[in-house]
């Protein structure tokens, strides 16, 4: 069936390094996709969310990415923080629009 | 209140009981989510709410499992005859409309000897 899935279940970066979290997605009718991002003990929180129409989008300390020829999204994070530290989940709305199909998650992990 | 809200934060039953797990949403905030997350997992869709509807109940794994929401407002997912294997974190989440941003609260862990 369609899912959304990440590559990579453990990202370790220092701090100060940018990081690059990659997510794959099947569905190729999805048109709206979100990045969440989880701490431990927390629901998830919003980070960043982008339409099918864009190919880039910015926010604070935040850029998402669509190749939307591949399927491919892509979140980066700029000088990367230990408070960053966290589980990020990428998403995408399924049914119309009425829920979301998140993929596995990436353990990003920030090094002193 | 300023978010989901959900109760309680966590909950330890023994096999075969009933549990009832509740969610405030935020208000004004016409649909609901439900979903399930295992250990180390992503978030599994259960059902959905457009005011009182379910429109969408497709991912409840069971008939053990129901959900109703009162008011427009508050909902509760209902687990009967629990499993060890229902052992997990149960997430609501509202938005505003369906497809907008949803808000997830902190979840209700769930946890079935």
């Known amino acids: 069936g369609e899912s959304v899935g990440l590559h990579l279940p453990t990202l370790s970066v220092q701090e100060g390094d940018n990081s690059i979290i990659n997510c794959a997605y099947s569905n190729s009718a999805s048109d709206y996709f979100i990045w969440y991002k989880q701490e431990s003990g927390k629901g998830p929180q919003f980070i960043i969310d982008?339409?099918?129409?864009?190919d880039k989008r910015q926010g604070q300390r935040v850029t998402v990415l669509l190749n939307k020829t591949v399927k491919h999204l892509s979140l980066q994070i700029a000088a990367t923080q230990p408070g960053d530290s966290a589980v990020y989940f990428c998403?995408?709305?399924?049914?119309?629009?009425?829920?979301?199909?998140f993929g596995t998650g990436t353990q990003l992990k920030v090094e002193l | 209140g300023a978010g989901v809200s959900q109760s309680p934060s966590n909950k330890v039953t023994e096999k075969g009981k009933d549990v009832e797990l509740r969610c405030d949403p935020i208000s004004g905030h016409t649909a609901l989510y439900w979903y399930r997350q295992s250990l180390g997992q992503g978030l599994e869709f259960l059902i959905y709410f457009q005011g009182n509807s379910a429109p969408d109940k497709s991912g409840l794994p069971s008939d053990r499992f129901s959900a109703e929401r009162t008011g427009g407002s508050v909902s509760t997912l209902t687990i009967q005859r629990t499993q060890q294997e229902d052992s997990a974190v149960y997430l609501c989440?509202?938005?505003?409309?369906?497809?907008?941003?949803?808000?997830f609260g902190p979840g209700t862990r769930l946890t079935v000897l």
């Open positions: 982008i339409r099918s129409n864009m």
């Open positions: 998403a995408d709305f399924t049914g119309g629009g009425n829920k979301l199909t």
């Open positions: 989440a509202s938005s505003f409309v369906a497809g907008n941003e949803q808000f």
